[in-house]
């Protein structure tokens, strides 16, 4: 069913926190980013150092998001094929021993500034690893309706650290070294793998076999290629990363030599950051359900512009941490945004990777970004690169007049778990195929325009589902009889399609029955193709209704 009003409405900014297991990696995953954020600062402060040019320094920002961009959709077809508790623990894991050896590195002076990208490298491949796992699972911690102020949370949650981990992560760089800020980050992994350990989150057992990984990404990319509200989604956070992404890029370049500032002024500007973003997180659902979409993200970019803009003219801490203020608050009001959109969009099987691939789109335009902009500060300046980002963000707001998001609608995603497989009179194996499948239906003249219309839909939902070579047919001798025809290349994914079929999907082959004139239902065949020296022989089998 669809539902104009936002799903939302009447659930509180707070209400995720009335589930035990949510608290729990809230407050684990608060005191894993708090250690993130102090990795983060020393990282950035460091390379300062070491660094021997300004486009080294925009770089560690770059190393930071291209895991993202890189690994992102492998793992979210691992978060949908896998149990995304177990690759949670997996990846906190391997940036657990990662972080330690950054520490003795950096303890030893054995660090150079390629080393230090790589590391830095290293730790984000584990946060993509971990990211659509952690992401997906928000849906199995809260119920479907609490999903956007969960999301909010998580932001929230995040950026509250960034308030005051920055400006602590500043004041331990500057008194005890790198080191010690890469050792807190290390020892901040521990409570979060006891809370992972720990969860036994309650899971459907998939009946069908696991996709291959190859296959499953094929999936999850004809998904988002056959879903036209998730792709304009990726276009605007993809324009959003890539412009806003300088502004914290840059950002220590401006506090050492824009205000003339040390790590500490670096940490306390990424702090006015992270409060501008923790109050963006408990606004951002009140908005949703004031604002469209649209407006939402248009006055994210136009505010995230201004917040380059003084950041480029400013001379003082103050001034530019005033900016950032609201910057913060426009990162999270977007990105959120984004994440909630193509969560609340998308089927719990292939979340992950749909997400993955939102990453993907939103974090390579970060990585781009801060290596374009890195090159421009390097040539002309910090200041002239901001102003230049600054421009980029009001051209990616006006994107929305040529693609603007969609309306929030509330879609029933569940899957409908009608399909059984029919009696078939040959013995099939789950690889036996390619299997066709024709539908018959009678229309009526008077009703053709809205099944054309209609089959439209079911033909995009076919394709997105895994369909191929799907095609609707009229019978020349009698043209009341249109046949919906398309092939799976086994009975296995003849099986795994109809799987697929959601409540709201179901909507559609309502309407086409209701159009459907027969004295009895659509008529369905079900055949195999099998190739003879004559030809190719259509073995055929009857059963139950399509959905």
């Not at 894993?32 to 920002?61: C, D, E, H, K, R």
């Not at 040390?262 to 940490?267: H, I, M, Q, R, V």
């Not at 913060?328 to 969009?345: D, E, K, P, R, Y």
Request: charged letters at 15%; hydrophobic letters at 50%.
């Amino acid at each position: 069913m669809i539902d104009e009003k936002p799903e939302s409405e009447g659930v509180s900014a707070l209400a995720p926190f009335r589930h035990g297991i949510f608290r729990a990696v809230w407050a684990a995953s608060l005191v894993s980013n708090f250690g993130g954020l102090i990795q983060g600062v020393g990282a950035a402060w460091m390379m300062t150092t070491i660094a021997t040019s300004p486009y080294q320094v925009a770089l560690v920002q770059a190393s930071t998001t291209l895991p993202i961009m890189l690994f992102a959709l492998v793992a979210g077809a691992i978060a949908d094929s896998f149990d995304r508790r177990k690759v949670m623990l997996v990846a906190q894991t391997f940036m657990l021993f990662v972080s330690v050896l950054l520490t003795v590195f950096t303890y030893y002076n054995l660090l150079t500034p390629w080393t230090l990208l790589a590391f830095t490298f290293l730790i984000d491949s584990g946060t993509a690893l971990n990211s659509p796992s952690w992401q997906a699972s928000v849906g199995d911690m809260v119920p479907r309706n609490k999903v956007p102020a969960a999301v909010a949370l998580n932001s929230m949650g995040f950026n509250l650290t960034r308030s005051v981990g920055p400006a602590i992560g500043g004041i331990i760089v500057a008194a005890a070294g790198a080191a010690a800020g890469f050792a807190a980050n290390a020892v901040s992994y521990i409570g979060l793998i006891v809370v992972m350990a720990r969860w036994k989150p309650d899971v459907p057992v998939s009946t069908l076999p696991r996709e291959s990984l190859g296959a499953a990404m094929g999936a999850g990319l004809r998904y988002v290629a056959m879903s036209p509200n998730i792709g304009k989604v990726l276009v605007r956070g993809a324009a959003f990363g890539f412009s806003a992404g300088a502004v914290l890029a840059l950002l220590p370049l401006v506090a050492r030599d824009v205000v003339k500032g040390d790590a500490l002024t670096y940490g306390i500007m990424l702090g006015a950051f992270g409060i501008g973003a923790v109050g963006g997180a408990l606004i951002s659902v009140r908005l949703r359900q004031l604002l469209s979409s649209e407006t939402m993200v248009r006055c994210a970019f136009a505010g995230f512009a201004v917040c380059a803009f003084n950041a480029a003219i400013s001379q003082h801490a103050w001034q530019t941490s005033l900016g950032l203020l609201v910057g913060g608050a426009c990162w999270v009001i977007a990105l959120s945004h984004f994440n909630v959109t193509v969560q609340m969009a998308t089927p719990r099987w292939v979340v992950g990777r749909v997400l993955s691939v939102y990453q993907t789109a939103t974090f390579g335009g970060i990585a781009l970004g801060s290596w374009i902009w890195g090159v421009v500060a390097d040539a002309h300046g910090a200041e002239t690169a901001l102003i230049a980002a600054a421009i980029a963000m009001l051209a990616g707001g006006a994107i929305g007049v040529v693609l603007p998001l969609p309306q929030q609608q509330v879609l029933n995603l569940d899957p409908l778990n009608r399909f059984k497989e029919p009696h078939l009179a040959l013995d099939l194996k789950p690889r036996s195929g390619p299997i066709a499948i024709m539908i018959e239906y009678v229309i009526r003249h008077e009703d053709e325009a809205e099944f054309l219309a209609t089959m439209a839909e079911r033909g995009r939902i076919r394709r997105r589902d895994g369909a191929r070579n799907w095609t609707l047919a009229r019978d020349l001798e009698n043209p009341t009889i249109w046949i919906e025809h398309y092939h799976t290349p086994t009975w296995l994914e003849y099986v795994r399609h109809n799987s697929r079929i959601t409540h709201a999907d179901a909507m559609v082959g309502e309407r086409l029955r209701a159009l459907h004139s027969g004295d009895e239902p659509p008529r369905v065949r079900r055949v195999i193709e099998r190739p003879t020296t004559a030809g190719t022989t259509l073995v055929m089998a009857k059963g139950p209704i399509e959905h």
